[in-house]
């Protein structure tokens, strides 16, 4: 069982910066692929960004790229999503989630998922 927990998320203005963190907690993720997903109010949950088991590999939504970066630090079982000119249509509740082998942009694909962090651009 892989366990979740994301963090960092908050208010910013528009032309901000956030770093969420997502850290697993119980056995380690290395070898898992990660994923950030975001949903709006009203909205299905979307692909944000993505990277594989040994870091070696990225991918992004067309929306993010340019802006958002996903790295991961295996000695915390950490990965981040650093998030720089944040406009306010970036605003949503934003999970990780992880599944075994390589990373994927389908949520389906996806077995463990955390609670969510709210993250809020103002204008």
């Known amino acids: 069982q892989v366990q979740l927990v994301e963090s960092g998320g908050g208010l910013v203005q528009a032309g901000g910066s956030l770093r969420l963190s997502c850290t697993t907690s119980?056995?380690?993720?290395?070898?898992?692929?990660i994923g950030w997903f975001r949903q709006a109010p009203g909205k299905e949950r979307d692909f944000v960004a993505a990277?594989?088991?040994?870091?070696?590999?990225?991918t992004y939504a067309d929306s993010v790229k340019g802006r958002f970066t996903i790295s991961r630090d295996t000695a915390k079982n950490t990965v981040y999503l650093q998030m720089n000119s944040l406009q306010p249509e970036d605003t949503a509740v934003y999970y990780c989630a992880a599944r075994p082998y390589a990373m994927a942009t389908g949520r389906t694909t996806y077995n463990y998922w955390g609670q969510g962090t709210q993250v809020t651009v103002s204008s």
């Open positions: 990277i594989s088991g040994s870091g070696g590999r990225t």
């Open positions: 119980g056995r380690t993720f290395s070898g898992y692929g």
